[in-house]
């Protein structure tokens, strides 16, 4: 098989225009050497003797060079603390060390900490040329790989941005059905959310949490969706079945919402929002601190709008039965200082007529 010896290009030999290098040596020859041989391939080149010097020379506004060439045996600072400092401040350079044979296990510890090369000293102008080329070009493939990475991220993350706000729209126009459905709860979501929301900014919570409480407002009864009207509707006390199949809907709505990441952290809430502080509710017979805060306002809330509008077996009370019924059932269906909270701030929450009680 024949094989074709490796020829450097001229280009190979010729310095990218504008390439910075600094050449860092105590070795004063040396350094001379090698400045003659890059400024004649077209590099500009800056010297230091030691480590502190050409740590010196890094401006820290951008403008660092592209190549950090540097002995490993200095006087003050060596190659290798330099590298390690240097990688640090000015990640972008190529870092390449000059080692005699001898320091070879030394040049592998410059390679693991960052340089992209190293070459044996005595070298020549030739085996330099080719070994800062390739730096260069190992640290422009860096650069893309780094590139094209972030690129991917923010292309994945436009397209799951889409895919979330397609679902959101479809859960949407589901709360929307549901209202169709049902139409008792027609602005029940909105006046929930409204509630439950005043609620939690009274308590002084995070907006972060308060947020998730709304969100969980607005979808707690989507599940409902998945509930015959002939339940849902019914001018009358419901059936041990009938109420069982009722009492699936805050599972459904979790059903309906886990595929979503974006929904995942306000699922608990949802699932929650039928248990009783006494830990006679449901699904899970939860009781007290056990119980989602959010839950618990949300019943809170949940309640006294229904108690506050018309439903299917019945007409609405009066906000003053409402809050007496509140209070009656502090402890027991509800917890007790979330219903003193709403009530101390109840009569500042208005209800934008849009989502007015029917
Ligand atoms: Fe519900």
Redesign the pocket.
Known sequence: MKITQYVPKESLLTGPAGARVLVVDDEEFLRFLVREWLEQAGYTVEEAADGREALGKLDGRGHDFDILLTDIRMPIMDGIALLREWLQRSPNTAGVVMSANAELDIAVSALKLGACDYITKPFGNDVLLITLENALRKKELERQVEDYRLNLEKKVKEQTDVINLMYVRSIDAMVKALEAKDDYTRGHAQRVTIYSVAIAREMGLPEREVEDIRRASVL??LGKIGVREAVLNKPAALTDDEFREFAR??GISVNILEPVPFFRPILPAILH??ERYDGRGYPGGLAGDEIPLASRIMAVA?TFDAMTTTRAYRKALPAEDAVAELRACAGTQFDPGIVSVFLSCREKIRIPAECGIS
């Open positions: 707690h009864d809907h805050p929002h039928h949940d």
